[in-house]
């Protein structure tokens, strides 16, 4: 009977104490990162580096500098070649349109992989198009013109990333579909939440387009007055200029830093980031702050003595912006390699307080992850979703991988993101030290109580 | 047995329907909020009469020009007359120390209520207290010296409001217990959660003070240079300049809009925020916010046809940072007049992304209340906490009143909070958009449900 007591206690109390321990080690991990801030101190010296457009000297000079910062860790760090397009902006873009003999300056920037327009600029009438059925329906009066996008982002989304992702299309296709109906030239409203005087770039696609016409991004305030002026004035003549290019293909890298398992070295947590940004700000938030959220979460485990058992590596990836050319390589490598990922972690939707994750994994495992909750929701997580994990990660999948994205408060990302915004004094360090946290929590968490495919 | 069927079948499918139904309208004061953005150009308003300090003409044009707004709404206004202390804080304060013939300026404001320094200034030698224990302990270390209070926020706290409240006894009693050692003056540690160039003011006290001296607040970046510069040099001599002074007591206002109830116009849901606010900034989150939230939340249910059954009452308060006048009166008149308040809602937490609530009431409605909770969660809110309400309608406290303060995310609060960064810039229309809209959704359930003491 003591015996059986024994036991009974020992299935009750084991767990308890396991749970109290584990309560403490999180609550270590958050104040670690909030005391320190050293993750805060490692974005200031990659956004020092300046923009990280793929290609450009500062991409890769981030890897470079960021490498040594892994070595003087202790990690075992290696590069993987990338072959990465080169598109340059050239000089800044200028924009007007006249009325009455009277110029009106707006802000523009070329999105990203469009071409130039001729030397002395582009001028023509305007188009508003404010929704693609009105662009289906069109025969020819596109013909000779200048197509205006101006689809705001939804403002009802709670989440901006749907309210992004319903108004992405004037931007990545707008070009492409205007081409077919005899543009000569695309302006598209920015992907902007606010109304606000900065143009912010992204990508765009000519696909199989028969025509490359120049396509360029009016910041918000621009577009509402444009199209204020056009229905006042319907003839009004817009001019804009630009000269980007694209260069012969560069070589980049993907930094992978690396610390062996103690127990199951041979099955591997990934977490990263991409370490390329856009050119007009220096990439803070997308994804500065990705990319040292992960170093930071390895580091914490390593400063408080709590590194996995299985082996975990820090991947800054190169060129999500502009091809997921970085993850492609990855994931081939991986795959050549036999690289047995169990555990897949990114980063990738600013360094604003956290608010969740989002998984994408076996049904048991997700149950298990929700499991997980009560350890986090201290700090603010509570929003366990199944809406992806990250477009990086997304290239390592299989049916047994544990994906996992980190999703912070969306609210003020589109203010900034992909515009010269997107800086430093934009992050708050305790909000980028709480998803640091958030994530080595995480690690710890699953790869302490093997929440792992078998 | 039809006869059955049909009452269990009304008996699910009507609450079902409600609940659908409560989902939907929930969702429309999201989206008429986030669309219109109203409160943002109210906050506008507000913030461009400048600093609203008890006791100035901007804190009585605010509550003029916010009757105008609440009148042209079609709310019965009143103003309630409150006297308030005229603490003003005179030319720009200046505080170098000395070393090796060199002078180094430092940042410092006066403390609010502070008296002024002899006109040409303070100088003495300085001692550092890096806590009241320390300070307890001294004898004669302070007697013709400055103290200089250092005690930072812990930035371990995950919720920065539990950081403040540890560390604003330096601010509040600071000059009162080094004067009873012998010192002539204070410099205190800013209450600020980053390391930043800017001094945050607040209120402090000298109770029973045989000797009031002068006492301000240095940046955090100045207090710990100076404390660098201390350890190898003990003896620097420090040097502040101030001259605020005390006038005489001025009549201002408690803004009261008042809305009858359809069904209990005897039962009042009072809601506010006050209007008063420090003078370095323009009091955008403390509490500009928290006026515009509660303004916004009832406009919402009035633009939607949604008003309660209850009488509601917004209110600006007057002068919550300087004494809690408006807050006392509005009480005292409350209970003279037999207002029987049966909800009061309080938003004085800044205009960030909105997390959850505190709440104060019966076990029982505290219990119904969280009931609610999947009706907000979709919105970010999950935290259904019992720490407090608010400072103002706190006044009317009873057994029976339900009351709630709305909690925004705090990791930012104390970066602008009483200083010249607080200010409409530092606002995200968004987030505050997402704490009118809550509030608009609470008032609307609780009256919709009857979550009321009997």
């Known amino acids: 009977m003591k015996k059986v007591l024994a036991l009974l206690l020992s299935a009750v109390l084991v767990p308890l104490c396991a749970q109290k321990d584990e309560t403490e080690t999180i609550k270590s991990i958050y104040t670690h990162a909030l005391t320190q801030q050293q993750g805060y101190a490692w974005l200031k010296k990659l956004t020092d580096i300046g923009g990280r457009l793929a290609g450009s000297a500062e991409a890769n000079q981030a890897v470079q500098e960021f490498q040594k910062v892994c070595d003087s860790l202790g990690f075992t760090t290696f590069l993987q070649e990338v072959t990465v397009p080169h598109w340059v902006r050239g000089p800044k873009e200028t924009a007007y349109y006249t009325l009455n003999g009277k110029r009106y300056e707006v802000a523009i920037c070329a999105l990203g992989g469009s071409v130039a327009t001729p030397e002395k600029g582009l001028q023509a009438e305007v188009v508003e198009i404010t929704s693609f059925e009105q662009l289906e329906a069109m025969t020819d009066e596109l013909e000779g013109k200048i197509a205006f996008y101006n689809i705001p982002m939804n403002p009802a989304f709670i989440n901006t990333f749907y309210a992004y992702g319903s108004a992405v299309k004037q931007r990545y296709v707008g070009a492409l579909e205007a ?163 169990v555990i897949a972690i990114e980063s990738d939707a600013g360094g604003f307080s956290p608010r969740g994750i989002s998984m994408v994994a076996p049904e048991d495992l997700k149950e298990r992850i929700r499991g997980l909750r009560h350890y986090l929701e201290p700090y603010g997580l509570h929003e366990f979703s199944e809406n992806g994990s990250g477009a990086d990660i997304s290239q390592l999948k299989t049916d047994k991988l544990v994906m996992i994205g980190l999703r912070p408060d969306s609210h003020r990302y589109f203010e900034v993101h992909h515009s010269s915004q997107d800086v430093l004094a934009r992050v708050n360090a305790r909000e980028l030290e709480m998803g640091s946290a958030t994530l080595a929590a995480l690690i710890y968490l699953l790869d302490k109580n093997d929440i792992v495919a078998p």
């Open 179 to 341: 081409s077919k109906k005899g543009a000569i030239g695309v302006v598209a409203r920015s992907l902007s939440s606010s109304i606000n005087p900065y143009p912010h770039t992204g990508s765009m696609t000519y696909a199989d387009a028969e025509r490359q016409i120049p396509a360029c991004a009016i910041s918000t305030r621009h577009a509402e007055q444009l199209s204020k002026e056009l229905e006042k004035n319907p003839t009004l003549s817009f001019h804009f200029k630009m000269a980007p290019e694209y260069r012969d293909s560069v070589t980049s890298y993907n930094l992978v830093a690396e610390w062996k398992g103690s127990e199951k070295p041979d099955e591997v947590i990934v977490i990263g980031g991409h370490v390329d940004s856009w050119d007009l700000g220096t990439g803070a938030h997308d994804d500065g702050a990705g990319c040292i959220h992960s170093l930071e979460a390895v580091w914490l485990l390593q400063q408080l003595n709590l590194m996995p058992k299985r082996t975990v590596r820090v991947v800054f990836f190169m060129n999500e912006e502009f091809g997921l050319n970085g993850a492609k390589e990855y994931a081939r490598l991986s795959k050549k390699d036999k690289v047995n990922h």
